[in-house]
């Protein structure tokens, strides 16, 4: 099984700040990875799939990058309604796997 | 736009078999992948399995043993099986669509606790 590891578990920001989050998975995974954010008592939301492709909806702020192992979600000016729990899953092996999230807070 | 939405007992007992089945309104259930995840109450997410409207399946190796998923295009619906139920099944359990087993339209979930 292919594991994903993100990168802080927590981040602390202010509103107005760029932020990275980081996704390693355990063997390539080439460009099928996505992104979701989910805020308490919701659904996730899809951010970004095929590691880099914007959903449709989804504010321009929001970016995906990387390919193989390592890929970022990046938030270039954190808004009040970004604060949330960011996951990424991979879907190229058998099995989808997700990472354990990363919970972005209030600085 | 299309919409799903998840239903089903929200009381399973220990050793019995979780049953719950996602309806599909205001798209077709067709040419899509269809899949089920879960999230234990203050945890993370996990796969469960997908089915493509053809009914060609893919599951969790770690929940294989115990998950059937089936497809009914008929009535735009999903279902979700899962025998032998323990505390550890206990979760929010979430239909969603999107390519290869990622989710791009969610439902709302389904909270499921297993208890005597």
């Known amino acids: 099984d292919i594991q994903m590891t993100q990168s802080p578990s927590t981040l602390s920001a202010s509103v107005g700040d760029r932020v990275t989050i980081t996704c390693r998975a355990s063997?390539?995974?080439?460009?099928?990875l996505a992104w979701y954010q989910q805020k308490p008592g919701k659904a996730p939301n899809l951010l970004i799939y095929?590691?880099?492709s914007l959903e449709s909806g989804v504010p321009s702020r929001f970016s995906g990058s990387g390919s193989g192992t390592e890929f970022t979600l990046t938030i270039s000016s954190l808004q009040p309604d970004d604060f949330a729990t960011y996951y990424c899953q991979q879907y190229h092996s058998y099995s989808r796997s997700f990472g354990q999230g990363t919970k972005v807070e209030i600085k | 736009q299309v919409q799903l939405q998840e239903s089903g007992p929200g009381l399973v007992k220990p050793s019995e078999t979780l049953s719950l089945t996602c309806t599909v309104s205001?798209?077709?259930?067709?040419?899509?992948?269809w899949s089920w995840f879960r999230q234990p109450p203050g945890k993370g997410l996990e796969w469960i399995a997908y089915i493509y409207y053809s009914g060609s399946t893919n599951y969790n190796p770690s929940l294989q043993s115990r998950v059937t998923l089936s497809i009914d295009t008929s009535k735009s619906q999903v279902s979700l099986r899962l025998s032998s139920v323990t505390a550890a099944d206990t979760a929010v359990y979430y239909c969603a669509r999107g390519d290869y087993g990622s989710g791009q339209i969610w439902g709302q979930g389904t909270l499921v606790t297993v208890s005597s």
């Open positions: 095929k590691a880099s």
């Open positions: 063997q390539s995974i080439s460009y099928w």
């Open positions: 205001g798209g077709s259930i067709s040419s899509n992948h």
